[in-house]
């Protein structure tokens, strides 16, 4: 059994010129189908912040690091996680409000998730979102709580659902996770079997909630070693 390696860097959101730089002819694409200036700002960040965090981690300049899409599932280059074909890592991003957030793993596929707290204080978001059993557990939580609670499980969620690279192709109720005042863990999986899948929650800024999860394909890995670190300094901000 080892120890599966899992760095982080959490960043604040910004776009400028030189970051825009190491964004690709695709992403630049996207960028342009954009229409409100805070979408585009998170896409630069996550993006530049993700090529920077494995230019240092593997010793490369940010500019030569191609990232594709590649689907699990399906093998579809159009649509799926993240993938840098060219260095031996696993690789997620995530985003919300004014924060950035990106995970590096040699040892297996890795999903990271942010949110805004108030962000999954709407109505209906329990219905389409959390497990039966989990609105039993909210129930039970003081009111004080409950926007906190629900953003927790939705980013543990978000985090598991990224590493196996199921995404949203799985109806969020059916799967379980801890309660958000318990450790995070899997619990339940709409089929047997059920994936391995380690997952830690992450410091965050006031307001905001963010969740890591390492998909344990071989059964090998005994727990995750999570390193989180400020991502403001690769993107060099004050």
Do not use: N
Not at 164 to 169: E, I, N, Y
Not at 182 to 194: G, K, N, S, V, Y
């Amino acid at each position: 059994m080892i120890t599966g390696d899992v760095e982080v860097h959490v960043a604040r959101v910004v776009d400028t010129p030189g970051l825009r730089g190491l964004l690709d002819d695709d992403e630049l694409l996207r960028l342009e189908g954009l229409h409100r200036p805070a979408d585009r700002a998170r896409l630069v960040a996550s993006h530049a912040l993700l090529r920077l965090a494995l230019a240092v981690r593997c010793g490369v300049d940010p500019h030569d690091v191609v990232l594709e899409r590649r689907c699990p599932t399906c093998g579809s280059t159009e649509h799926g996680r993240l993938v840098a074909p060219d260095l031996d890592q696993h690789l997620s991003l995530g985003h919300a409000g004014g924060l950035a957030v990106v995970a590096l793993s040699p040892t297996a596929p890795v999903g990271v998730d942010v949110e805004v707290e108030s962000a999954c204080a709407f109505e209906g978001f329990d219905e389409v979102s959390l497990h039966p059993e989990e609105i039993a557990e909210l129930a039970e939580l003081d009111d004080r709580d409950a926007a906190w609670a629900r953003a927790t499980w939705w980013v543990r969620k978000e985090a598991v659902l990224k590493a196996t690279g199921h995404g949203m192709t799985l109806d969020p109720p059916t799967v379980r996770l801890t309660a958000p005042t318990e450790a995070p863990a899997l619990l339940a999986w709409p089929e047997p079997p059920a994936p391995v899948v380690h997952v830690e929650d992450l410091r965050a800024p006031q307001g905001y909630v963010a969740a890591v999860a390492l998909h344990d394909l071989d059964d090998r890995v005994a727990a995750i070693e999570v390193v989180q670190r400020d991502g403001d300094e690769l993107l060099d901000l004050p």
